[in-house]
């Protein structure tokens, strides 16, 4: 099982960035998919995460600014984000899982990761 992310980079406070995480080695469709990030010296948190069929779910501080998105034809799923603030830096991770209760956990899978850097 791989999880590839691409995307990621410097940006300035207000713009945005995309990034993606493509899968193999699973039936991707089945999976609940998500986005985690971890901010230096602090615990990894689940930032949005959507259902094989399309439901999501996302944390207070994102909303109305980030959009999880999937593309099942391409097992990949996607973090638009738009209007970042320099507390969104992070390392940000891509993760699947069968059950959405095993997303984030050993059940799951992980993507290796990619730095968000935003500057004010």
């Known amino acids: 099982v791989r999880l590839v992310q691409s995307g990621g980079g410097l940006v300035q406070a207000g713009g945005s960035l995309r990034l993606s995480c493509a899968a193999s080695g699973i039936t991707f469709r089945l999976n609940t998919a998500g986005w985690y990030r971890q901010a230096p010296g602090k615990q990894r948190d689940l930032v949005a995460d959507i259902a094989p069929f399309g439901s999501t779910n996302y944390v207070d501080a994102v909303k109305g600014r980030f959009t999880i998105s999937r593309d099942n034809a391409k097992n990949t799923v996607y973090l638009q984000m738009n209007s970042l603030k320099p507390e969104d830096t992070a390392v940000y991770y891509c993760?699947?899982?069968?059950?959405?209760?095993?997303?984030?956990?050993?059940?799951?899978?992980w993507g290796q990761g990619t730095q968000v850097t935003v500057s004010s």
């Open positions: 993760a699947a899982a069968t059950r959405r209760a095993g997303l984030g956990s050993d059940d799951g899978y």
